[in-house]
């Protein structure tokens, strides 16, 4: 065992002054012991008046002697004990990243030419590394070219695809079914404003889409293969905790062995999802309305019939005769109702046609392009309302509009008819009118709609109006000579802006390493560090008390999966801590009373960072400091985190046990560890997991491989017995 | 198509008992009218009821031979009268014509498998109606109706 520095430079100090005294009492003992009873008390005798005299000359020698001794032994320390440990340790970690910090080149002459000798060394292996990246990454251009390739295709693709592994982990998935996940599968008893992505890499599907249902389309896909089906796949509907009812089709991904399609081969299963709430409420309104209308017209029809049997009576009396004339009358006016208020209902189911939600100012801009490429003339787009989106087919909208624009241009014989589009809600739905100036020119109005419209489809312009479920009428202007065609058009229905909003960054998001991912990420301490799955999280909080009434005021964290930080999937929550924010907590963390005004409370968040943090081990920098405020909270939570928590205070501790300070900018200084946004919960938490990644390979070499090796190392260091 | 099931008809139709007694039982005034006129004038007693309930009430005090039963009312439903009027012994004999504006085969299935003795659907003409009601009327009420 190694002694802390600082404890081996005293020892130093006092060894020189210590050894002198033990010397001359053992030489006085000794020499006493030799000399028989006569001579000792002679000698003591002659020497007792000039102990007397001079022996505090003789003390103060000795102390001035082991002062100066003491201090070359302290310089001898430090250049031959304390140097070569530092050099060691800082050699250490040039060994695992060549592009940390150089060794420094302190001390004796021989330990400068050392450093100097090792920081070659290592730039030499930079070099190499460098050369050996470079040809790497040329030779797999061509797998990142596909690989990039699939991420692009992912992204763009409409639906939600979530790739697994056969444990069920997810390996990939796609932008779109992130929002998906975000939108339906909110974690259940978390609440609103709390964001935390339900999926994630690494992670369970079985979080979100229950296990049995899994098992049971898994079960048919094998029974499929096992048929010889060329195309195995199996559906099945789940229900998420907030009623939405999700799409899901599960099909196998195989292995390319080459032979007979057996259960083995498949390594993984690919899911594409659908949210089908609104259709299938919109279909199962449309049925309810179709039933309804058959039902009251057979009502209808069945007292008018009997009515009107009445009337054949030939000797009714004039009363009865117009009761039952006024049955029909009431009936007929009933159903008529009736039926109108059906074809509203069937109206606002739209139309069958696929169209897509679209900014009505492209649609326009687009339309205006081509009306100007088609009829030479400009058109005017400066009444647009820049905020309406519409639910279009616009291929086949804006070819209606330049038909149009086509047949007025050719009307007005060379005048320019001063053509302009304009869109303008309406109730519900959107005009989109193109405007000209002279009423005169669309005379042939009626007849221009159901001509056909060239091209190879013979679509006419009614077509097209019919297709959106919508009407088209030529409108004279009040005053004046204009006119307008006017498209009475679908608007898009809510949500769609978050859908087209390019917010992320990174399109697809991917591990294919978890694909022989065997046991997932289930810790266990027989299990290597550098397999597991890790929550690396941080606290910012109001004080040092939680016992005193600190709260928590924000929780960031990130995961760790397959040695890599996945930075898309991070924890990010500010907290109402319930209390005032002492003004020098906000020097620090710089969360302000307004910022946490309105957020969530901890019992509420903390459900949600459990769910974040599952089958995961949770790391932190001084962890221990954060658990206290977690474990205080399980009760007001309900959440217990039980599972293994590691430390890098105390890793860095047993990586560098030669350093004084562990903190976390010393330890980032020592790894050539970027610090950025230090002190806010989310930024000290990703240092930390870089930090924690840069430990793993010290660790290792230091004979800590697995994580029941890194618990109990960690239990028994030094900083261990001196903070807890 | 024919929409109605008849599920007992007796060989030899009898002449209709005068002044036997029959409910009407449908939410629908404009359909009511016309059925109340009709029955009255072939001299029938008429009872008429707005809802299952009140239907249920009628035919358990009054004890009428037959009933006109509207499968779709507010309250308890033309099927839920149905059932419990077979399952009271004492009015269990009742016959019962099921009239209904659901026309799916799955409607019809429930009307018969709820004890009704037919099954019409709306719209129907009321002769016809009219020579189904004489017909189940005349029949011998014991022994031909399910337990």
């Known amino acids: 065992m190694r002694l802390p520095r600082g404890m081996g430079a005293v020892l130093a100090m006092l060894l020189p002054g210590l050894a002198l005294a033990l010397w001359l009492v053992l030489g006085a003992g000794f020499l006493l012991m030799a000399l028989d009873g006569a001579a000792r008390s002679a000698l003591l005798g002659a020497l007792a008046p000039v102990a007397e005299s001079h022996g505090m000359v003789l003390v103060l020698w000795w102390v001035l002697f082991s002062a100066g001794a003491g201090l070359l032994a302290r310089r001898f320390y430090g250049a031959h004990a304390e140097a070569p440990a530092r050099l060691a340790d800082a050699a250490r970690v040039l060994a695992g990243d060549p592009s940390a910090p150089q060794v420094p080149a302190t001390g004796p002459a021989g330990l400068k030419a050392l450093a100097e000798v090792v920081n070659d060394l290592a730039a030499q292996r930079r070099t190499l590394q460098d050369d050996m990246a470079r040809l790497v990454a040329e030779a797999s251009r061509d797998v990142a070219f596909q690989r990039d390739q699939l991420a692009a295709l992912m992204a763009e693709l409409e639906q939600s695809v979530v790739v697994l592994n056969l444990e069920g982990r997810i390996l990939l998935y796609n932008a779109r079914a992130r929002t998906l996940f975000r939108r339906l599968f909110r974690t259940a008893g978390t609440a609103e404003g709390v964001s935390a992505d339900p999926i994630g890499l690494g992670r369970s599907i079985h979080t979100v889409i229950d296990r049995a249902l899994m098992d049971h389309a898994r079960e048919t896909v094998e029974r499929l293969m096992g048929r010889g089906e060329a195309r195995p796949s199996a559906r099945f509907v789940t229900t998420t905790p907030l009623g939405h009812l999700v799409r899901v089709l599960l099909a196998p991904v195989r292995a390319e062995t080459g032979g007979a399609v057996t259960g083995q081969q498949i390594t993984g299963f690919v899911l594409l999802l659908d949210d089908i709430t609104d259709e299938y409420e919109a279909r199962a309104r449309q049925d309810r309305t179709l039933i309804d209308l058959n039902e009251s017209a057979r009502a209808s029809l069945a007292a008018m019939q009997a009515a009107l049997d009445m009337l054949d009576y030939p000797d009714l009396d004039a009363s009865d005769r117009e009761r039952f004339q006024a049955v029909v009358r009431d009936e007929v006016m009933g159903l008529g109702t009736r039926l109108s208020l059906a074809a509203d209902a069937t109206g606002d189911m739209g139309s069958r046609w696929p169209l897509q939600d679209m900014l009505g100012a492209d649609l326009a801009a687009a339309a205006a392009r081509r009306i100007a490429a088609d009829t030479g003339h400009a058109v005017a787009t400066d009444q647009v309302d820049a905020d309406i989106w519409l639910s279009v087919d616009s291929f086949a909208l804006i070819g209606a509009l330049a038909f149009l624009a086509a047949r007025v241009a050719e009307a007005e014989g060379g005048a320019d008819p001063a053509f302009a589009l304009r869109l303008t809600p309406a109730s519900g739905r959107v005009h989109l009118d193109l405007a000209f100036a002279d009423a005169r020119a669309a005379t042939g109005g009626g007849g221009w709609q159901s001509a056909p419209m060239g091209g190879t489809s013979q679509l006419c312009v009614r077509d097209v109006v019919e297709r959106h479920g919508g009407e088209l009428w030529l409108e004279r202007a009040r005053s004046g000579t204009g006119a307008c065609f006017r498209f009475l058009l679908p608007a898009a229905s809510e949500g769609h802006a978050e859908a087209q909003a390019p917010a992320e960054s990174r399109p697809a998001y991917f591990d294919f390493d978890l694909f022989a991912a065997s046991a997932g990420s289930h810790a266990s301490d027989d299990r290597l560090l550098s397999d597991l799955a890790y929550t690396v999280f941080d606290t910012e909080t109001t004080g040092l008390d939680p016992a005193g009434g600190d709260e928590i005021l924000q929780i960031g964290a990130t995961r760790i999966v397959n040695g890599r930080i996945l930075a898309s999937e991070c924890f990010d929550q500010l907290v109402d801590p319930g209390r005032s924010i002492p003004e020098a907590g906000i020097a620090v963390h710089g969360i302000r009373p307004e910022m946490v005004r309105g957020k969530p409370r901890i019992g509420e968040v903390l459900p949600a960072f459990h769910a974040f943090a599952a089958e995961t081990v949770l790391v932190g920098h001084n962890v221990a400091f954060d658990m206290r405020f977690l474990t205080l909270k399980e009760e007001t939570s309900g959440v217990a985190f039980d599972q293994p928590v590691l430390d890098t205070l105390l890793l860095a501790g047993l990586a560098h046990p030669g350093e004084e300070s562990h903190s976390m900018e010393a330890i980032a200084g020592r790894l050539g560890v970027t610090v950025s946004g230090r002190h806010t919960a989310l930024g000290d938490a990703l240092v930390t997991a870089d930090i924690f990644l840069k430990l793993l390979p010290l660790l290792r070499a230091r004979g800590i491989r697995t994580l029941g090796e890194a618990r109990a190392a960690a239990a028994t260091s030094y900083y261990a017995k001196l903070k807890y | ?147």
């Open chain 2, 1 to 147: 198509m024919d929409r109605e099931i008849a599920v007992e008809t007796g060989p030899t139709p009898a002449p209709c008992p005068q002044g036997a007694k029959v409910l009407i039982a449908d939410d629908e005034p404009n359909i009511v009218v016309s059925l109340e006129f009709m029955m009255k004038r072939e001299g029938f007693a008429v009872l008429v009821a707005r809802d299952g309930r009140e239907a249920l009430e009628t035919i358990r005090r009054e004890h009428p031979r037959l009933v006109l039963l509207d499968a779709t009312m507010p309250g308890m439903s033309g099927f839920d009268v149905c059932e419990a009027v077979r399952a009271d012994a004492e009015v269990r004999s009742t016959r019962i014509v099921m009239l209904t504006a659901k026309g799916r085969e799955t409607d019809m299935a429930r009307g018969v498998g709820a004890g009704a003795d037919a099954y019409v659907t709306k719209p129907f003409s009321t002769r016809e109606l009219m020579q189904k009601v004489k017909d189940m009327l005349a029949e011998p009420p014991a022994g031909s109706l399910p337990a």
